[in-house]
């Protein structure tokens, strides 16, 4: 007797439901297999996601699976489960995750790139000569030796790593007839060569018990917090753990916040392992990304270090997970599928059976909050690696103190000083632009945008006012709108500014800046960056993206602008971000011989959150601040769910997350808390009104459970004309 097998299909867009069609003629595929499916008059591409015994309907009314449109499952079982897992925890439509771990042409019904990878192998007639014979021609000498090395085959992109342009010598080689091209299959790979990973410097004790503890843990789950100040060599128990998964055969997956903001750790893991490196994020082109997506599910390439979207890639060998900068915010997705990446890392990692390790300077509060609980391992990096020694870090109370171009005398001198002894200064301002207003000494008015609650930035450079929030450009008035008058001053400094006043207070001291504006071109901050590496740069100026994982040896003194506006924010992880950015930007400072310096410049030098940093480091800020979320009942000790809505009008958002109070009042659980509807803290962006609805609970089954029976009510509601919403689980910014 056969099996009646429903087979059950996900098709893309925001449908919840998977789609019920008989397995069809043509054999059936696996789950994770694209298949070709009849959906209305027309037909559609979807991924089987599994076989069902019986359906909910009549199974003489549903038609049959067209075809398969891939010899082999493009999602494992376990990649399968994930996503299955995350788009029902984070409430997003299965069929839209499915589809958006794709790359897009798959999205399509496009077919899977041929197996294998391009290689060289040498002829009969190459194999029975001697390189020697080639002696006038070095690069075909080159090439022949290291293919007398592997008679299986090389596969060509990792010869042309290897020994670099090798066009023309294989040209030359080609028409001799001693070699010819072939297909390697990915197992066949022959790795580049490994003598680069045994260079590498000795481990210091504690590096060598962290990557002891990583390597017991293999083949098996277990979630590391690498908890080391910057330059205490965690990239280097990343890359000894790396390259002892992939000699034995496995892959390993190495997540990023960002890669672009990283040229240096990419070329690390290039030259320190075996290659192909698989490269993922969002700003490559769709074809580039598709092959390193290729290599990473065909398994021929054992790393791949990827933002995001990589924790979806399919692995078929994955045997060790990374998290580099485990606290980053943008490891959460912000738009559609709101996923946390990071937590998505550690689920992953339980469900192939593999060590995880999240490594940070300043580990966000739940991850110190499930080191306590004794879910995390916590493995330690104390001091620097290579003996550099930690900065001093200074508060520097700026109250009644002559400023110039933002700058205390006392930071001026320290800036004198570390200049005159050769040293590089790193000052990190988080506003980019010129003046953060523009506004009239008659009359009062102020430059601010028509779209949202907020004020447009001035760009000088560009002779602008730009809305930061919405992108709103405007011409810069060269008279008052109001008045008329011809008063128009700028209050505040952005980076632009600061750059101009170093200018004149630094003249002939060559001053680079860093930030989205400036680096905008593309390959303009690999410039700066190896222009401040090779020392032609001496002060170094930007935003946050100086704290995101670079690493300048020459700088000796480290300073923040203005600390004061990240104090008092609204968010309640304001407090935590301040300090992360605070000792990210202290890490940059004296990583070499000479011991650095950190001023931070505030009007606050009392405020406790500073003192504790200051007084017992990072880790005693974190307990104190761990105290406070448990007495507010804040996460990590709560767990939260953000439903957003926005619309023309105020009052319609509002309206709208009033209904879905309604319907949510009955589904509560006692120890479901909702809180709202209120308008959100910037509440008109782009012309739209926004509100938000908090759900808070104290255990997080209890909250999955509520958001289970709620969402769909959500999609069920009437619409209100112009309300879009969504639901945010575990959101990162309030
Ligand atoms: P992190 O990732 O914690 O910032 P890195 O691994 O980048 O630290 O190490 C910082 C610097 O110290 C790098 O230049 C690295 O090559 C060097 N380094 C790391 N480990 C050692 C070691 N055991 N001995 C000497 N130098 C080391
Ligand atoms: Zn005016
Ligand atoms: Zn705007």
Known sequence: MTEARIARVALPGPLDELFDYLPGVMGQPEPGTRVLVPFGRSRRVGILVEYAAECGCDPSRLKPVERALDPRPLFGPTDLTLIRWAARYYRHPLGDALFTALPVRLRESGPLLASGVAGIRL????????????????????LLARLLESPEGLAQRNLAD?????????????????????RLEPGAVASADSSAVLAAPELNPEQAAALAAVSEALGGFRPFLLDGITGSGKTEVYIRAIAEVV?????????????????????????RLPGPLAVLHSALAAGERERAWHQAASGEAPVVLGTRSAVFVPLPRLALIVVDEEHDPSLKQQEGFRYSARDLAVRRAQLVGCPVVLGTATPALETLHNVTAGRYHRLALPRRAGGARPPTINLLDIRNQPLRAGLSPVLRERM??????GGQVL??????????????????????????????????GERRLWCHHCGRIESVPRDCPQCGGPDLRMLGRGTERLEEGLTELFPGVRIARIDRDSTRRKGELTRLLAAVHRGEVQILLGTQMLAKGHDFPGVTLAGVIDLDHALYASDFRAPERTAQLIVQVAGRAGRAERAGEVVLQTRHPEHPLLQSLL???????????????EAAQLPPFTYLALLRAEAPE?????????AARAHAEPLCSPEVELLGPVPAPLSRRAGRHRAQLLVQCAQRPALQHFLAHWTPTLRALRRIKGVRWSLDVDPQEM
């Open 123 to 142: 002829t009969a007639a190459g194999a029975a000569l001697t390189p020697a014979e080639l002696a006038r021609a070095p690069r075909q000498q080159a």
């Open 162 to 182: 290897e020994l670099g342009g090798i066009t023309s010598a294989l040209r030359a080689l080609r028409a001799k007839g001693l070699v010819e091209s072939c």
């Open 247 to 271: 000699a034995a055969g496995g892959q390993a997956l190495v997540m990023v916040p960002e890669i672009g903001l990283t040229p240096q750790l990419r070329e690390r893991f290039r030259t």
């Open 416 to 421: 004198h000083a570390a200049l005159a002894t």
């Open 427 to 460: 000052l990190l301002l988080n506003r980019r632009g010129y003046a953060p207003v523009l506004t009239c000494h008659s009359c009062g008015w102020v430059g601010v945008c028509p779209d949202c609650d907020a004020r447009m930035t001035l760009h000088l």
């Open 615 to 629: 007084r017992e480091g990072y880790g005693g800020f974190a307990r104190a601040a761990l105290a406070e979320r």
């Open 650 to 658: 105020q009052e319609a958002a509002l309206a709208f997350l009033a």
